[in-house]
């Protein structure tokens, strides 16, 4: 069964800083999601990872993924306070299983940006 | 816009009362999914249609149905909501079962 394990789960920043979030998963995957949510709203889609050593970026967030490692990360550059809010990263079963194409959810990180 | 639509956004039910939840899809989507997503915690699916062909999660409670009259729509229904079932209710679309998920705005149910 695939698991998903994100670290760390609450995460505080200061304005202008850099962190990383962390996603490991169980067993192979043909895909990784990196998903936003803010408070009482719906899931947002920020990247989908489709092979090792994928990299993609959006404005202050850079996605990667290494799939030997079973590892993706969710890197922020100079945080600001627009990007609070819960990040969760989801991964997708491969086939071969009963769980084809399920998504498994990370626990989720919430972030909070500082001034 | 194609899009995911969920109604009604909020819910408020009595504790033993039947509710149905709705989600409409205009992408034409093949697979359409209900997750179930509790304060603080991720999401966790419920059951999915491939078509027409209907896939339920082993520890999802015999009290969730769902039914999916025709490709664009699909319905929860809750035969007799607990307290416990106070959440947000997601729903979802991909193409096929490995495609993106599209997710719809969801459906905040309470329960009194």
């Known amino acids: 069964e695939l698991k998903v394990e994100q670290n760390p789960l609450f995460l505080s920043m200061q304005e202008g800083k850099n962190y990383t979030i962390y996603c490991n998963y169980s067993?192979?995957?043909?895909?990784l999601y990196w998903y936003r949510q803010d408070p009482g709203k719906s899931l947002e889609s920020l990247f989908v990872?489709?092979?090792?050593?994928a990299v993609k970026q959006e404005g202050r967030l850079m996605a990667s993924l290494d799939t030997k490692a079973r590892l993706s990360t969710l890197h922020i550059t100079a945080a600001v306070h627009d990007l609070s809010a819960t990040y969760f990263c989801a991964a997708l079963a491969n086939a071969g299983g009963t769980s084809y194409g399920k998504l498994t959810f990370g626990q989720g990180t919430i972030l909070t940006v500082h001034p | 816009d194609a899009m995911v639509i969920q109604n009604p956004r909020y819910q408020v039910t009595q504790f033993g009362k039947p509710v149905t939840l709705s989600c409409s899809q205009t992408l034409n989507h093949n697979v359409m999914y209900w997750y179930q997503q509790k304060s603080s915690q991720a999401p966790k699916l419920l059951f999915h249609y491939y078509d027409k062909d209907f896939n339920n999660e082993a520890d999802t409670p015999d009290n969730f149905q769902s039914r999916r009259p025709n490709t664009s729509f699909c319905f929860l229904d809750i035969r007799s909501p607990g307290l416990g079932d106070a959440a947000m209710y997601l729903c979802a679309t991909s193409r096929d079962r490995i495609g993106g998920k599209y997710f719809g705005p969801g459906t905040r149910l309470t329960v009194t």
């Open positions: 067993t192979t995957s043909d895909r």
């Open positions: 990872l489709l092979s090792n050593g």
